[in-house]
């Protein structure tokens, strides 16, 4: 008479197919998160470069100059016209700052021109956007 065991054992396995769909969860789900650290704020413009300590703001309003003279107020084309009106309504009860996304090959008259009617808007603090060395 053959006796048999209580209990059989298998040997355990490795499922490799939840294993992968975990991982590309997790790829995906860290893009999205390094996706949303962006700035996304500004127009992509070739800034100049420098060395400056990096300042820490709540929701920025950014003016961008681009080498070709246009205006944009975070993603809002303006004029030298429109420009102070609507960074009056922009900045109505924040901070009164801006930061300034210029172009290395944009004329500098035109930035400072917009500069000067951001301080017409009541602008107080400006800061200049570079690129790291």
Same mark, same amino acid.
């Given at each position: 008479?053959?006796?048999?065991?209580?209990?059989?054992?298998?040997?355990?396995?490795?499922?490799?197919?939840?294993?992968?769909?975990?991982?590309?969860?997790?790829?995906?789900?860290?893009?999205?998160?390094?996706?949303?650290?962006?700035?996304?704020?500004?127009?992509?413009?070739?800034?100049?470069?420098?060395?400056?300590?990096?300042?820490?703001?709540?929701?920025?309003?950014?003016?961008? %100059?681009?080498?070709?003279?246009?205006?944009?107020?975070?993603?809002?084309?303006?004029?030298?016209?429109?420009?102070?009106?609507?960074?009056?309504?922009?900045?109505?009860?924040?901070?009164?700052?801006?930061?300034?996304?210029?172009?290395?090959?944009?004329?500098?008259?035109? %930035?400072?021109?917009?500069?000067?009617?951001?301080?017409?808007?009541?602008?107080?603090?400006?800061?200049?956007?570079?690129?790291?060395?």
């Amino acid at each position: 008479m053959k006796l048999r065991r209580s209990r059989s054992y298998r040997r355990g396995r490795i499922e490799i197919i939840p294993m992968i769909d975990v991982m590309f969860f997790l790829l995906v789900t860290f893009m999205l998160a390094s996706l949303a650290m962006q700035n996304l704020n500004a127009i992509a413009v070739n800034l100049p470069k420098g060395s400056a300590q990096s300042l820490k703001h709540k929701e920025p309003v950014t003016l961008t %100059v681009t080498q070709d003279k246009k205006l944009f107020l975070d993603k809002t084309p303006v004029t030298l016209d429109t420009l102070a009106l609507t960074l009056k309504r922009m900045l109505a009860g924040q901070e009164p700052g801006l930061i300034v996304n210029a172009d290395s090959a944009a004329p500098e008259g035109i %930035v400072v021109e917009a500069m000067l009617a951001a301080r017409r808007a009541g602008v107080e603090h400006f800061q200049i956007a570079i690129k790291r060395e």
